[in-house]
Structure formats: structure tokens, C-alpha cells
């Protein structure tokens, strides 16, 4: 009997108001409505009305800072991706002048070298000259030579003097029919007839690269009179060459006590590393003096 009764009062509090506690409950809230607005007429509710609204108003603020910072945020997204596209643009741009730069520089040196081989043709008629491309080096090293894309095709023989354009750079060694190989005169295993020009001291040439030099010229008279940086030029002693090629300048006097003569330490005129352009000159045997390399 008491667990009937007891459902029977939880099914009760379930039940719908009924009409009179419907009328009461709008009675109700229209006083307490009514009491708010008088209330509020007489400032009665400015404390409450201002502790209510502190923290709707700090809410508000923080959406809004929110919604602010979301912007922002969107409008630097755009910039950084904005700056990106300009500095990669920027980047292609220097690229370019870049590479234009160099081919521009290119194009004057091979101009100047050009024109430097006009001036050799007129400065020695005589001789027929071919210009070349250097297309290699020695890969090993060991040597001091290049790779010219003349050869015996063109004319080229063995032994031609090769020119940059005005100072002597080597001679061809081997001839291949569309290319050559030049041997540096700074190689050890070159060796030209030379004269200071000034003194007309005769002497023979040495390359010297291989043991740390340049060019050291040796069997100089001892009574020459050598005077500072004299200059350097081929002489009629060496087959091929002609005479009065300009080599290089002198730089150190030595003085060999043992064969009373005079060796000289001597700088080319030529960047053999930066040499791109030659000229190749096409002489018959020169003949020179009986005994000479």
C-alpha cells in the first residue's frame, strides 16, 4: 500500500498547472514587471542595472578585440603573400640583369680582344694571322696549356706562335684537324729566344710555372745594362716566331757568379687564366740563328 501511495504522489508533481495556478503564475510576473519599472523610474535599479552590465560589456569588448585581431590577422596573411609574389619577382628580375651583366662584360672583352687583333694585322702586315676560342685547359694540372677550336683544318700547323693579341702566349704542339693544343710559355718545357728591347741584350726564355715562377731569362751578357721593369720581346732566334713579340717586363736582376752572366726574373703581360680569345699566326719556318732552341 505505501509504494502505491508513493507513485501516486511522484505521478501528481508530474501533472500539468491547472488554470486557476496558470492565472496566478501571470498575475505574478505582471506585478513583479510592474514593481521593476517603478523600480527603475526611481533609479532604484542603477546599482544592479551597472553590476549587470560591467560583465556584458568586458564580454562585448573581447568579441569585438577578437573580431578585430581575426581582420588583422587576415589583412597581414594577404600582405605577407603579397610581399612574397613581389620579392620572388624582384628576385627573377635581378637574375636576369644579372646574366645580362656578364654576357654585356663577355661581349666587351671579346670586342677589346677583336680589336686588339685588328691592331696586331696592322702592326705586322706580314703576317696572316687566324683567330681562336680557348675551349680547354689541362685538366690534370701538371701542364700549362689550352685547347683551341683551330686546327689543321684552318690551316693550322705545328710550332705557330700564338698570340693574345699583341703578347706572345705559346706555341702549338699538337694539331688535331679541328683543333690544337698551345703550350704556355710559362711551362717548363718552353724555351724562346728573347731581347730587351731597350738594351738589345740577347737571351733564351725559360718557363718556370712547374718550380713556383713565371719566365726567367738566363745567358744574359754580364756587362748588360738592365734598367727597371725593361721590357721583353722575342727575338729572330726561335723558328716560327717573329721577332719583337712583346713577352713581359723584368722584374728581378740576378747575377749568376759561376757563368759570369746574368739571369733575370721576368712577369708575362698576359692573364693566362683569363685568355678566351687568341690569334694564331700562321708563319712558315722562320729561320733564325745556327744552335737556337
Known amino acids: 500500500m505505501m509504494r502505491q501511495g508513493r507513485m501516486t504522489q511522484r505521478s501528481s508533481g508530474n501533472a500539468p498547472l491547472t488554470r486557476g495556478q496558470l492565472l496566478a503564475l501571470i498575475l505574478v510576473f505582471i506585478v513583479t514587471a510592474l514593481a521593476l519599472l517603478a523600480l527603475d523610474q526611481r533609479n532604484l535599479l542603477a546599482p544592479l542595472k551597472g553590476a549587470v552590465e560591467r560583465p556584458i560589456f ?68 706580314e703576317y696572316k694571322s687566324v683567330p681562336a676560342r680557348v675551349i680547354g685547359r689541362d685538366p690534370t694540372l701538371t701542364q700549362k696549356v689550352l685547347v683551341l677550336d683551330r686546327g689543321s683544318n684552318d690551316g693550322i700547323r705545328m710550332g705557330m706562335p700564338v698570340v693574345s693579341p699583341d703578347f706572345l702566349v705559346g706555341m702549338v704542339t699538337e694539331v688535331t684537324p679541328r683543333t690544337s693544343k698551345v703550350r704556355l710559355i710559362i711551362d717548363q718545357d718552353m724555351q724562346v729566344g728573347v731581347l730587351l728591347q731597350e738594351e738589345r741584350a740577347a737571351g733564351i726564355m725559360y718557363g718556370r710555372w712547374q718550380q713556383g715562377g713565371r719566365l726567367r731569362v738566363q745567358h744574359i751578357g754580364r756587362d748588360a745594362n738592365i734598367a727597371p721593369n725593361a721590357k721583353v720581346v722575342t727575338s729572330n732566334w726561335t723558328l716560327h716566331v717573329p ?15 759561376q757563368a759570369d752572366t746574368l739571369q733575370l726574373e721576368v712577369v708575362p703581360y698576359v692573364n693566362f687564366d683569363s685568355l678566351e680569345l687568341v690569334s694564331i699566326i700562321l708563319t712558315e719556318e722562320i729561320t733564325g740563328r745556327p744552335g737556337t732552341p
Open 243 to 257: 721577332q719583337d713579340l712583346p713577352v713581359g717586363f723584368v722584374t728581378k736582376v740576378i747575377r749568376d757568379e
Open 58 to 125: 568586458a564580454l562585448s569588448e573581447r568579441f569585438t578585440a577578437f573580431g578585430n585581431g581575426a581582420r588583422h590577422f587576415g589583412e597581414r596573411y594577404g600582405n605577407v603573400a603579397d610581399l612574397r609574389e613581389e620579392n620572388r619577382r624582384l628576385q627573377e628580375e635581378n637574375d636576369r640583369l644579372v646574366a645580362a651583366d656578364a654576357r654585356v662584360k663577355a661581349l666587351e672583352l671579346e670586342n677589346k680582344q677583336l680589336v686588339a687583333q685588328a691592331n696586331f694585322a696592322v702592326e705586322f702586315p
